[in-house]
Each structure stands twice: as structure tokens, then as C-alpha cells.
């Protein structure tokens, strides 16, 4: 099996770690040379989506399936007009994405679905979560205490926003579920608990979540209600906050996620590009096994930078040079890093695997030991929660 990965940045570094684990060839494709994913690809091409080039439209005729793993409206347009083209199939659902990336139009599906999710301003206290309408992940989201901090973030008239979603702050841990749909099926993976740094970024993957199977249960049915509305045609990614014993729908994103997909791969065994291929070159329809005993994983970015290791969101991956695979970093299972020795500055996902969760946080406390102890670093904010 052949693919093109379209975009170096996270996505890519998920879809190209996920395609290896498949003993999958893949060519990464990216305006920019020193992309993380380019250290785990297998061939690099540096050039724009179009095709146009006479060395592009060889490789991409080369390739069994196109995996967009970018964001852009206007490249992922060029994108589909050159799958067509040529005809390649191209993991992407159209509609489904450009719904998911207006939160205006995600919105407005969850309420015509009577799905729970988080009251908007002005119908809800202080404090406000605001966050750009038509954009995806943690990009400029603000925290707004006061109508101070609300008119400093969208204009002196805050009823008049319009690019902006404005809803309340709810507290509480967040969960992530990625549900599939093909030949007329939707079908649901499994669950995991995502955990924000102080930007709202996602600094750390866990599995189990530590729901309750009731609740599970629940937002496997949100996740496959707002899938079937859709008619999706590929994978979607869905993401809640449990608050007071209730979950809340708070957004979805209809491609590729990154993070999550290594997750649960670690802990099921279930690679979640198999599934796609399935869909979109076997044209089958989506079919995941329940997983109720996995292994617990701890997915986490480490950022070693002037003598100190700390925990970061994974905005710090997508700055990173290229990234390659390391077994047993430190004792970590794997690690996806641009860790040389004697460098003082270095990124990496460590990926911690056990049968108990209890299991994985004790191995979790050894590897930042033994990083620190072992490079002479200063710890901030490595210590494990309370499980």
C-alpha cells in the first residue's frame, strides 16, 4: 500500500507514524522542507497540492489513497479537483468538513439534534470561552472573567461578534471519540480523555478515559447521531466536557485528528488509517470491534529547552525540525523526537503502555526521572495526576 500525506505538521506526523505502523509506503508532500513528518516518511516532496509538477503528478499516480492532512479550504479544494483528476482516492470528506470547520453551522446541527452542549453569551454567567468561529484546535481561544475581558476579545458591542463563538466556560475534563461513516454506516471508536495545558492545547492523551460505560455509551451515541446528520464519508473527531456528571458537546472536527488515533492504536491494536482504506479504496463499509480491555496509555509532548523539562501542548511538535521513532526513550515505550544528544533544546511524544493506568503513571514518574537525572534537567510540572 502506497499513500501521499498532504502537510507535514501534526496531522501528518500522525498519518505518517500510523501508515509505518501499517508497513505502508508514504510519500509526504509539504510547501516547507524541515516538517516534522519529513523524518518518518519515506519519500519527500517539497512542492504545493496542485499536482501540477511533472515529478508531483508521478508520484501522486504512484499512490493507493491521499491523505489530506491540512486544513486549508482553498489547498484541500485544489486537492480534491487533482484526486479527481487523476483518479486517486482521497481520504477526505468534502461537506462534512467545511460543516465541522464553521462552528456556526456545527452549532446549529447539535441544537436541530437536541444534543447537550455549553449555553452561549448572553444566555449564560460569566466566566466566557471564546473562540474563532472557522478555525479548529486551541488557536485563539480566550478566557473572558468579566465583560472587560469579553469587549477586549470581540469589540465594545459584544452582542455583534461575528467571526467568534462565544459560550460558557464549563470546567472539567474533556473527552474525544473519532466516529467513521461509509456505505451508508456510521461506526464509533473508542474513547479518550484529552488534557489541556494552560492554552487550551492538548498537552496529553489518556486511555482508559475514566468514564463511566454509561456515559460512554451516551457519547458514542452523540458522536454517531451527529455523523449520521451529516452523511459522513470518512472519519470525524468529537470532543465533550464532562461538567457536573453531564457531558457537553463542544466541537467536531471532520478529518484526520492527530494524537488521539496513536492512542488508541497503543491501546486496542485498532489502526485507525486501515479504516479509511477500507472506505475509501475497498469502498466497505466501517466496522471497529468494541475494546473494553485495552492497555492503558499515557500519550504525552515533553519540551526540554534551557536546562528545563516541562509538559507543553502540541503546538510545540508542530514547530519541531524533523521528527524520528525512538524505542525504550528513557524508558517510555516509543518516542516521536528531534532529541539528539547534548542538545539543549528538543521536543518529543513519549508513549507510555501498560495493562493497568495505575501501571502506566508509575512508569510515567521513572521516565521523567530518569530524564531528568540523566541530562541534568530541572522538572516543571512533570508530576502525574492523582488516579
Known amino acids: ?96 468538513f467545511l460543516l465541522s470547520f464553521s462552528k456556526i453551522e456545527s452549532n446549529v446541527l447539535f441544537k436541530r439534534l437536541d444534543l ?54 464549563l470546567p472539567g475534563p474533556v473527552y474525544s471519540i473519532e466516529v467513521f461513516g461509509g456505505e451508508n454506516r456510521c461506526a464509533a471508536g473508542q474513547v479518550t480523555r484529552v488534557e489541556m495545558d494552560e492554552g487550551y492545547d492538548c498537552m496529553r492523551v489518556v486511555v482508559p478515559s475514566g468514564l463511566s460505560r454509561e456515559l460512554e455509551k451516551k457519547f458514542e451515541a452523540y458522536g454517531l447521531a451527529i455523523a449520521e446528520a451529516m452523511h459522513l464519508n470518512g472519519i470525524m473527531d468529537v470532543e465533550a466536557i464532562l461538567h457536573n456528571g453531564s457531558l457537553k458537546i463542544i466541537e467536531i472536527d471532520a478529518r484526520l485528528p492527530s494524537q488521539t488515533p ?28 468494541k475494546v473494553h480491555d485495552g492497555n492503558a496509555v499515557i500519550y504525552e509532548h515533553l519540551l526540554v529547552s534551557n536546562g528545563i523539562l516541562d509538559i507543553r501542548g502540541e503546538h510545540i511538535i508542530a514547530k519541531a525540525g524533523p521528527v524520528a521513532i525512538i524505542e525504550n526513550f528513557f524508558g517510555s515505550d516509543e518516542a516521536i523526537t528531534d532529541y539528539t544528544p547534548r542538545a539543549s533544546h528538543w521536543v518529543a511524544t513519549i508513549i507510555i503502555t501498560e495493562r493497568r493506568i495505575e501501571d502506566a503513571w508509575e512508569r510515567h514518574r521513572r521516565v521523567m526521572e530518569t530524564v531528568a537525572r540523566t541530562l541534568k534537567l530541572t522538572c516543571r510540572r512533570t508530576e502525574a495526576p492523582v488516579v
Open 262 to 289: 496513536t492512542a488508541v492504536y497503543h491501546s486496542s491494536g485498532i489502526n485507525y488509517l486501515s479504516t479509511l482504506r477500507d472506505i475509501f479504496c475497498l469502498k466497505k463499509e466501517p466496522v471497529l470491534p
Open 1 to 96: 500500500m502506497r499513500v501521499a500525506v498532504i502537510g507535514g505538521k501534526l496531522q501528518g506526523v500522525e498519518a505518517s507514524y500510523l501508515a509505518r505502523k501499517e508497513r505502508w509506503h508514504v510519500t509526504l508532500i509539504d510547501r516547507e522542507e524541515e516538517v516534522p513528518a519529513r523524518g518518518i516518511c519515506d519519500d519527500f516532496i517539497k512542492g504545493d497540492v496542485t499536482g501540477k509538477t511533472p515529478r508531483m503528478r508521478k508520484k501522486l499516480d504512484e499512490v493507493d489513497l491521499i491523505i489530506p492532512a491540512v486544513e486549508d479550504k482553498a489547498a484541500l479544494e485544489r486537492l480534491n479537483e487533482t484526486a479527481a483528476e487523476r483518479n486517486i482516492p482521497i481520504a477526505h470528506d468534502a461537506k462534512a
Open 116 to 169: 447537550p452542549m455549553p449555553r452561549s453569551w448572553p444566555h449564560c454567567t460569566f466566566p466566557v470561552f471564546i473562540k474563532p468561529a472557522f478555525s479548529s484546535g486551541s488557536r485563539g481561544t480566550v478566557k473572558a472573567e468579566n465583560i472587560f475581558d469579553l469587549r477586549r476579545a470581540v469589540g465594545q458591542d459584544e452582542h455583534t461578534h461575528r467571526n467568534m463563538i462565544l459560550q460558557e466556560y
